[in-house]
């Protein structure tokens, strides 16, 4: 089917404990936002819908080791990555909780109308126990070696590593996360959701309705899955943070989050119905709705299979019709994750490149791992901005605006409609729309920037500069098809490049909100005599030294991270220390590892001119005295850090920070608020002493 009457899209809710990086926004919500916005620009009804998912274990570990309450944390995180998303250009029609009293109703409602109709199963069974803490451990609380891929840390209901979804029992050796004990098996009941059963349904529907029209990473692993068997997985946990569940002889017990955090989807879709005077259940009942769910990888089979059962359960619900999953993004050569600190957050990204959201939309998009995994590099992050966005796309609006301007004073000359441009323009419209259509964004991206390139060709073959003077007729020609090219390109880049497409608008002075999708292709966009707007330049180059700094943040955040996993693995700080008055031989980034620690104390300090962040540091370092550039300007003042002794990373290859050469690099620790610290001995030592 494919005329449908309105689209219900998600995105995956993310967790509320922690900021989001942007791995996460190149899985599912970048991709989720450019249909959407496709979608719109074809002036289809459409609501799309996300929120912050508050009821996960990972919650209340977050609590547990901040020692504050599982309501101060999501109450953080939730606000930080909503403002993240906002920022970014992510257009959810709502952003929801599933700590809202109306998610609580409706999860507890889906729950009874199962319970009512006998679909679950109650079993009693052993679970694990923690003695010490004298709890009942949810599957997150448990850790142990996987049985699938052999990774020491895989969690309870899932390996981090290999993805493959768990059940405690299944795990090797399993320890509870908050004791650190072996957890021992005691009766618990709980109602089970038998998935077994809906087997040829799923097969019906799944394996022989989508073997076609879904990715085959998202097909593959769900049908893996099928065909492996299934089994009844528990619907509730005992805990007490999350939906109570709503029936008799179930204190101490909660909806275990992945049967109640897709229906925050549903909650989302109603409030957001509430505040807009519209019917909810049209886009979730509706069998000519389409339900398609933009998730990573790690959520495949929530959403491809146990959701969607639930939903045939309820028997009044459409089931999804595509689950677009991309595959992982990763950064700099490893696999991306908060919590070691390799990653590049959004929220500071948006802090570093507050002007250059478009541009981190633009690569991500580029890059995009929709049937593999794919990789983040800066190096090629600063090459597709440079070379792609501000030689190309940014180039092309630059030239054409400022020759009309100088020749036409800002006004659209006078021509004639070409066809053959309107019948390119139009091509590629449907180019974009077909690899839209199917998902495939990284090829509608290219065909958008192929436009830009014709006008860039255009413009080189025909030298409007070389004939003003002698046939400015013929100027006008070009710069007329030129400006109408940059019409068309304000309309189709919008899914991308959202902000982009405001500037265009603005740049060309019209009102882009009044056309549509099918207006791409018309050559009288900008009627003759029409007066520009104000030009600007679209993009700015990224300079080396800025991916320098970049590479040099994420270098230091890695290394003190791996510094403090050590010292807690031995439970005690660095505690041996040698003076010695040599230091090792110069290292590259590639055998960072190999870095050569060194205690030196903070002789002056300075700020860098024309750099906010910046500090400019003389470091005693025992054998001899350096000077390092070191972006914490924005956490200490100069005059208060002199004196102090600083963790040095001595061997690190020079490099040169806003024309200063910087010898070497201070490790900082990163606190749950942002702030750096430094990362310096217990008591004074001498410079130039090797921490070990």
């Known amino acids: 089917m494919t005329n449908w009457k309105r689209y219900t899209i998600t995105a995956a809710l993310p967790y509320a404990n922690g900021s989001k990086h942007i791995g996460h926004l190149a899985g599912a919500y970048l991709p989720a936002d450019t249909y959407v916005r496709y979608l ?62 109306l998610h609580h109703e409706t999860a507890q409602e889906f729950f009874l109308d199962f319970y009512n109709k006998g679909l679950f199963k109650e079993v009693t069974s052993e679970q694990y126990f923690d003695e010490e803490k004298k709890v009942f451990l949810a599957d997150r609380y448990i850790v142990g070696t996987c049985p699938n891929c052999a990774y020491e840390n895989a969690f309870g209901d899932q390996c981090e590593k290999c993805g493959r979804a768990l ?15 072996a957890p021992v098996l005691r009766p618990t009941k709980h109602w089970y959701l038998p998935l077994n059963e809906y087997e040829p349904w799923l097969k019906e529907w799944l394996i022989e309705g989508h073997a076609k029209d879904w990715k085959q990473n998202v097909y593959g692993q769900s049908k893996s899955w099928i065909d492996a068997g299934l089994q009844p997985r528990a619907m509730t946990r005992d805990g007490e943070w999350g939906v109570k569940v709503p029936v008799k002889d179930a204190e101490g ?43 990573g990888k790690d959520n495949i089979v929530f959403h491809c299979i146990i959701f969607p059962v639930m939903l045939h359960m309820h028997g009044d619900y459409i089931v999804p019709d595509n689950v677009p999953a991309n595959e992982f993004l990763n950064l700099e050569g490893d696999k991306m ?11 500071e990204y948006l802090e570093t490149f507050p002007d250059k959201v478009d541009e981190l939309r633009y690569v991500l998009t580029s890059i995009a791992p929709e049937t593999k995994d794919s990789e983040f590099l800066w190096k090629d992050y600063q090459t597709r901005v440079n070379s792609e966005l501000v030689a190309i796309f940014g180039n092309l609006v630059n030239r054409v605006l400022v020759l009309t301007d100088k020749y036409f004073e800002g006004k659209v000359p006078q021509a004639g409609e070409c066809s053959d441009l309107k019948t390119y323009v139009t091509a590629q419209r449907d180019k974009i729309s077909d690899a839209l259509e199917h998902f495939k964004f990284r090829d509608g991206l290219a065909e958008m920037m192929n436009i830009a390139r014709h006008g860039n060709k255009l413009l080189t073959e025909k030298e409007p500069w070389k004939t003003f003077k002698t046939d400015p007729e013929a100027t006008g020609i070009v710069l007329y098809d030129c400006l109408q090219i940059i019409a068309n390109l304000a309309i189709v880049c919008e899914p991308f490049l959202p902000f982009t497409s405001q500037k265009l608008f603005a740049m060309l002075n019209i009102n882009g909100t009044k056309l549509s999708w099918q207006d791409a292709g018309r050559q009288d966009l900008l009627k003759p005599g ?38 807690t693995n031995s439970k005690k700080q660095i505690t041996k220390v040698e003076a010695t008055t040599e230091a090792k031989g110069e290292i590259q980034y590639d055998d960072f590892m190999k870095i050569d620690l060194r205690v030196g104390t903070i002789l002056t300090a300075e700020k860098v001119e024309k750099a906010d962040k910046l500090l400019k540091l003389t470091i005693d370092l025992g054998f001899e005295t350096r000077t390092v550039v070191s972006g914490i300007a924005e956490f200490f003042k100069p005059e208060d850090i002199i004196g102090t002794q600083v963790s040095v990373v001595a061997n690190l290859a020079p490099r040169k920070l806003r024309g200063i050469e910087s010898k070497g690099m201070i490790l900082m620790s990163e606190d749950s608020e ?18 070990k």
């Open 253 to 295: 017990k909660v909806l275990y989050v992945w049967f109640d955090a897709p229906i925050g989807y549903i909650s989302a879709t109603k409030q957001w119905a509430l505040d807009n005077n519209k019917d909810w259940e049209l886009y979730w009942k509706d069998k000519d709705s389409r339900l398609v769910h933009f998730v």
């Open 674 to 691: 942002g702030k750096l610290h430094f990362v310096s001995p217990k008591v004074v030592t001498d410079n130039g002493s090797t921490i």
């Open 167 to 181: 059940s405690p029992n299944e795990l090797i050796n399993p320890r509870s996360t908050l004791s650190g004990a």
């Open 337 to 347: 994750s908060t919590s070691r600190k390799w990653s590049v957050e959004m929220h």
């Open 40 to 101: 719109r620009a074809q002036k289809r009804d459409v609501v799309f819908v996300c929120g912050s998912d508050e009821h996960g274990t990972a919650i209340t570990i977050q609590a547990l080791q901040e020692n504050t309450t599982p309501r101060a944390i999501i109450d953080k995180y939730h606000v930080l990555i909503k403002n993240s998303f906002e920022k970014l250009g992510i257009s959810f029609d709502i952003y929801h909780r599933t700590s809202e009293p």
């Open 530 to 567: 029409h007066q520009l707007g104000k030009a600007s330049l679209l993009y700015q180059k990224i300079e080396d030294e800025t991916i320098e700094i970049e590479l040099q943040k994420l270098k230091s955040k890695a290394v003190v991270v791996s510094s403090i996993k050590q010292e």
